[in-house]
């Protein structure tokens, strides 16, 4: 209904513009944070915002009842980037608030009585915010309180970025910024990356049409080795910016920036290190924490004690935002037993660390499958004493919920796993310093095991300790590609050149950031990390973990095709006759898979796959040529043999 409603708010006629309005109130009581849609949204907003200066009173009056009802759902927050225009005008402001007020209490019962948990909040924010949802449902109680706080307490509060402008920061940078920071004086480095700071955080949500690499690779290189201390810091604040900026499209360049973060936590000075630490939270938060395995490991193994300490504090805050679902059990596997080396250092602080990395594991996974991959120390009563209130701390800052878990286990891919509320985030500020275990934890510390066990597992000492003594969870099949409806969106955003057509004689840097982009956001980090390894023994694993998904998970990699065969044609134009081969078998159970689930193939699959896989039919194996061969008889059989030929002709006619 979008393109009817923007057209009825645009009508001059007074009834209309209120009417209109009335109506999208009314409609904005049925949705919450979740069904929300924010495209339509975005565009009715300045609209209502137009509205709100018209002279007719009744069209004013509509308007705010209609932008309070859409505050109701997405929060003050979000709601304050949509109407900048008239945010700052309190007569206006009120009325809105006044309206969301009443939009609480008429929208449907179970809205106002179910909350859902409030976004990334700690413990004690928790509680707070529960008791004022309950407060809301007996309004004759709370009379005096705030009607936007109990507008904040009766719905979930919506992501403002969401609702912000995509914003290309690189051609509003300045045109002697690249002059300024090859300077030789420090200070003039210094503005360049102010400047540029300056810009990134009065706009938060960046274009994803621009290309980023090269500003990435700059900032990299400038806190890899810029000398000066503060012209690091503040390109390591801007890395930080990007990378929330553009939240998941980040994931390319986090390989590029991952290692000299750790590297650079070397540095002791606050002024460099608390950067650090923000930044590579932030990166983190657009990868998995698999695909940083290996960055991982190695900072771990450094000789250097600071790396170790806030490599051993960065995973105690990254296990915080996982439960017994998502945390990586191999990750975790090939972490552990350097953390248990960690435990054994002089160094008092990097012992502290690891116990507090440990204690936040402990919390996801259960006491019982965390002692089986720390037996070294599990009988050591003074470490496990440190490790269990690093647990009590972790539980207390990120809920129970995920440490009830028996064992490390992934969920079923083509089923739904009933499980709790996943744990709050913690809202507070990431700290470089490893947190300080609670008094009451200590004290717990000193009575029995069952006694640790979180309050909220609301089990007796004597079931606790059966299920203690239960198997661990067989771990279930991991579904590496993701089933979805994107692929309909990527080829349409190709046809419509939004991104790059996949047609060169070479690809450029960008044709495979887009692609690696395009997967990353579709696979797992491990899958990644090995398709894009330049290592092609990595490579051969990743095409084996692709045919092994084939067989077990069909319908993922058939929704996956596009992707999954433009990458094959990466390594058509490379060399290598052993990873060829098992690429041109991969290809062809692509295409099986399709045909068996029924996934068509449309003309820009074929315009970006069949001509580079037409070349290897020239091939000098017959093996090889054998097997372009299969393919192509494969895709006949899925699209049919006219689709295929004006690609076919105009490779003959090349």
């Not at 079923?412 to 796993?417: D, R, S």
């Not at 609301?458 to 239960?470: I, L, V």
Request: proline residues 7%; charged residues 30%.
């Amino acid at each position: 209904m979008q393109d009817d409603v923007l057209a009825a708010l645009e009508k001059p006629n007074p009834s209309i513009k209120v009417q209109t309005d009335l109506f999208l109130y009314r409609t904005f009581l049925k949705l919450n944070a979740q069904t929300m849609p924010k495209k339509t949204l975005k565009a009715i907003a300045p609209l209502l915002v137009k509205h709100s200066m018209e002279s007719d009173p009744e069209v004013r009056d509509a308007c705010y009842a209609a932008l309070g009802s859409a505050m109701r759902v997405i929060g003050e927050k979000a709601m304050g980037t949509l109407i900048t225009d008239i945010a700052e005008d309190k007569l206006k402001m009120a009325k809105i608030n006044e309206y969301c007020q009443k939009a609480v209490e008429e929208a449907p019962k179970e809205e106002v009585k179910k909350p859902d948990p409030p976004p990334a909040a700690e413990n004690s924010a928790s509680k707070t915010s529960a008791n004022q949802s309950k407060s809301d449902e007996a309004p004759s109680r709370t009379g005096a309180a705030p009607a936007q706080a109990k507008a904040q307490a009766a719905a979930p509060a919506a992501d403002e970025w969401d609702f912000m402008d995509e914003v290309d920061v690189l051609a509003k940078m300045p045109a002697d910024f690249e002059t300024n920071l090859a300077a030789s004086k420090w200070t003039d480095r210094r503005d360049a990356l102010q400047a540029l700071l300056d810009l990134l955080t009065a706009n938060r949500k960046l274009s994803t049409k621009a290309n980023y690499s090269e500003i990435v690779s700059t900032l990299n290189k400038v806190l890899q080795k810029d000398a000066n201390i503060n012209v690091a810091a503040l390109a390591a604040k801007c890395l930080k910016c990007i990378a929330e900026g553009l939240r998941k499209k980040f994931a390319p360049h986090a390989p590029t920036v991952v290692p000299t973060i750790f590297e650079k936590f070397k540095e002791k000075k606050p002024v460099l290190k608390d950067p650090l630490v923000e930044c590579i939270d932030a990166v983190a938060a657009t990868v998995s924490l698999e695909s940083m395995q290996d960055d991982v490991l190695a900072a771990l193994e450094k000789p250097n004690p600071s790396i170790k300490v806030q490599t051993d504090l960065f995973l105690y805050r990254t296990f915080l935002k996982l439960n017994a679902q998502t945390m990586p059990k191999k990750t975790l596997k090939a972490i552990a037993p350097l953390l248990v080396k960690h435990s054994m250092e002089s160094d008092s602080e990097v012992r502290d660390a690891c116990y507090a990395a440990l204690g936040s594991a402990m919390r996801v996974i259960g006491e019982k499958p965390m002692n089986s991959l720390i037996a070294d120390i599990v009988e050591d009563k003074l470490k496990m004493t440190k490790i269990k209130e690093y647990c009590q701390k972790a539980i207390d800052e990120a809920g129970p919920e995920a440490s009830t878990q028996p064992a490390v286990s992934e969920p079923k891919p083509a089923t739904p796993v009933k499980q709790d509320k996943p744990p709050a985030k913690s809202g507070s500020r990431p700290s470089s310093r490893a947190p300080s275990p609670s008094a009451e934890s200590k004290a717990a510390e000193k009575e029995s095991a069952e006694e640790r066990k979180p309050p909220a597992a609301k089990a007796s000492t004597q079931q606790a300790a059966a299920r203690d003594e239960e198997p661990a969870a067989q771990p279930q099949k991991e579904m590496l590609l993701m089933v979805n409806e994107e692929k309909a969106t990527r080829l349409k955003e190709e046809k419509n050149f939004k991104i790059l057509k996949w047609n060169f004689v070479t690809p450029t840097d960008e044709h495979i950031s887009q692609l690696q982009a395009a997967l990353s956001a579709n696979a797992k980090g491990a899958l990644i990390s090995q398709l894009f390894n330049k290592d092609f023994k990595m490579q051969l694993k990743g095409v084996e973990e692709v045919i092994k998904a084939g067989e077990e998970f069909p319908e993922s990699v058939a929704k996956n095709s596009d992707l999954l065969l433009k990458w094959a044609t990466l390594r058509f134009l490379e060399t290598n006759p052993t990873v060829l081969i098992k690429v041109l078998e991969m290809s062809k159970l692509v295409i099986q898979r399709m045909q068996d689930t029924n996934e068509s193939m449309s003309g820009e699959e074929i315009n970006a796959f069949l001509p580079y896989l037409l070349q290897k039919l020239g091939e000098p194996k017959d093996a090889m040529r054998q097997a372009a061969r299969e393919i192509v008889d494969e895709m006949s059989d899925l699209c049919g043999p006219f689709k295929l030929t004006p690609c076919i002709l105009g490779e003959l006619f090349f």
